[in-house]
Nanobody
């Protein structure tokens, strides 16, 4: 059974940084495409970043140059480093793989 547990969200001022973590069980992160999505209040869920099993990465245009997705194979964990945060980055952030979703972690960026 695949389980994904996000952590690291919180309240931060605009321009600040946060690092989200996604601890995986029942799946080997290095062998799978792992993604971060986000959903702001009243909006559809959107893809933020993805890392493939071949280490390719891709990002939403809105976060390119500010966010970095990575993984620690030894810890079986995927990260999302978020820098230069903006109020419009406020959302619940979800980790996803193999059509399985974590419970989400709230990120709030104050102006």
């Amino acid at each position: 059974q695949v389980q994904l547990v996000e952590s690291g969200g919180g309240l931060v001022q605009a321009g600040g940084s946060l690092r989200l973590s996604c601890a995986a069980s029942g799946i080997i992160v290095s062998n799978n495409a792992m993604a971060w999505y986000r959903q702001a209040l009243g909006k559809q869920r959107e893809l933020v970043a993805i890392i493939t099993s071949g280490d390719s990465t891709d990002y939403a245009d809105s976060v390119k140059g500010r966010f970095t997705i990575s993984r620690d194979n030894a810890k079986n964990t995927v990260y999302l480093q978020m820098n230069s945060l903006k109020p419009e980055d406020t959302a619940v952030y979800y980790c996803a793989a193999r059509n399985v979703w974590g419970q989400g972690t709230q990120v709030t960026v104050s102006s």
